[in-house]
């Protein structure tokens, strides 16, 4: 079974970027669909996004021409490309695996350990 490892999160202040990186161990991550969730302090986890096998990509409202989503399956890596990034943008980020692309985590039944954005004002 796949085992992910999420990396890139640090402090930001609003207006920037960073790119979070979710890198799978084995040889079956193309055969997943990867998602990104986020949990701010206090909130339910949220989706974020996902992409599938072939590459189709789907983005919550309130990340939408903000955040690119894109795997690259030779090396078995995800990555979430956030830009003009925002205060309520705070959150622990995690990616994790599904055998279908949906919004809902229940769906996902492999998780990394997250990795932490803040975004100050």
């Known amino acids: 079974q796949v085992q992910l490892v999420e990396s890139g999160g640090a402090s930001v202040q609003a207006g920037g970027s960073l790119r979070l990186s979710c890198a799978a161990s084995g040889n079956t991550f193309s055969t997943y669909c990867m998602g990104w969730f986020r949990q701010a302090p206090g909130k339910q986890r949220e989706w974020v996004s996902y992409i599938s096998t072939g590459g189709t990509s789907g983005y919550a409202d309130s990340v939408k021409g903000r955040f690119t989503v894109s795997r690259d399956n030779a090396k078995g890596t995800l990555y979430l490309q956030m830009n003009d990034l925002k205060p309520e943008d705070t959150a622990m980020y995690y990616c994790?695996?599904?055998?279908?692309?949906?919004?809902?985590?229940?769906?996902?039944?492999?998780w990394g350990q997250g990795t932490q954005v803040t975004v100050s004002s």
């Open positions: 994790a695996a599904s055998g279908i692309c949906y919004t809902l985590e229940f769906y996902y039944n492999i």
